[in-house]
């Protein structure tokens, strides 16, 4: 594990021996999806013996730095929009968007029993801080933005937020106590189905605009057939399975 310009990036070794035509692709990761990256890249590299170098960040961050020339050749991003303005700016390639998966929110704290399945305890104020992630860098913000808005808690709660830069590090703020509740993606708290720990409220979708979550072929891999058949195993049954282990939809 090492950290390129300014992200986590992740080098996954090759599984097999390595044909002829391996490739190394740089793919840029939405954090929300980290998790599910992790599970699914050692599949890919095994299945094609292509290399994966992972970098995860804030889909602002990471918009930021595809606009000033960084290297990446996928980017998986937390929304539609910023895929769609990188085709638009001739930055990715037309016609090879499309959404891999669709977000949940969550309201999550590392106590048990201190969020029930309803949004009581926010409603009640009865807590310390209230993490989100920062919605002029990431959707889930924008989204958890949306949700106070809706149950008419925005003002109320305002002067109680503590913002990360992304879901992920929304995610640590609860769970190292510096903050009760935080608003995190279901995928952070979910394995096999089932919520790993803490106690959470799964936000109903009506009170937030969808999180369709796009990728994008990059135009400085136009040509490489490792990053297209990466993006053609996301579109796989049974990569899809993986993704919905994890608790996203797909389309």
């Known amino acids: 594990m090492r950290v390129v310009n300014g992200f986590i990036a992740v080098a996954l070794c090759c599984l097999l021996s390595g044909p002829a035509l391996a490739a190394r692709i740089h793919v840029a990761v939405a954090a929300n999806f980290s998790a599910a990256m992790r599970d699914i890249a050692p599949q890919f590299e095994q299945s ?54 669709v977000g949940a929110l969550a309201l999550w704290s590392a106590t048990p029993g201190f969020v029930d399945d309803t949004p009581t305890r926010l409603i009640s104020g009865n807590f310390n801080k209230l993490a989100l992630a920062n919605p002029k860098l990431a959707p889930y913000g924008v989204a958890a933005v949306e949700v106070l808005a809706a149950l008419q808690l925005k003002q109320v709660t305002e002067p109680s937020w503590v913002m ?30 089932r919520i790993k720990k803490g106690s959470s409220w799964l936000v109903p979708p009506e009170l937030y605009s969808p999180i369709r979550q796009d990728a994008v072929l990059l135009q400085n891999a136009a040509d490489s057939e490792a990053a297209k058949a990466l993006l053609d195993y996301l579109r796989s049954d049974e990569i899809r399975g993986i993704i919905h282990a994890h608790g996203y939809a797909t389309k």
């Open 164 to 193: 990360g830069e992304n879901v992920a590090q929304t995610y640590q703020f609860v769970a190292t106590g510096n903050a009760d509740l935080g608003f995190v993606a279901l995928s952070q708290i979910m394995h096999r189905g």
């Open 48 to 101: 094609t013996g292509h290399e994966l170098l992972l970098s995860f960040g804030s889909s602002g961050k990471i918009f930021a730095q595809i606009q000033h020339g960084a290297p990446f050749q996928v980017f998986l991003s937390a929304d539609q929009e910023k895929p769609e303005a990188l085709e638009q700016a001739g930055l990715g390639v037309p016609g090879s968007r499309f959404t891999y998966a």
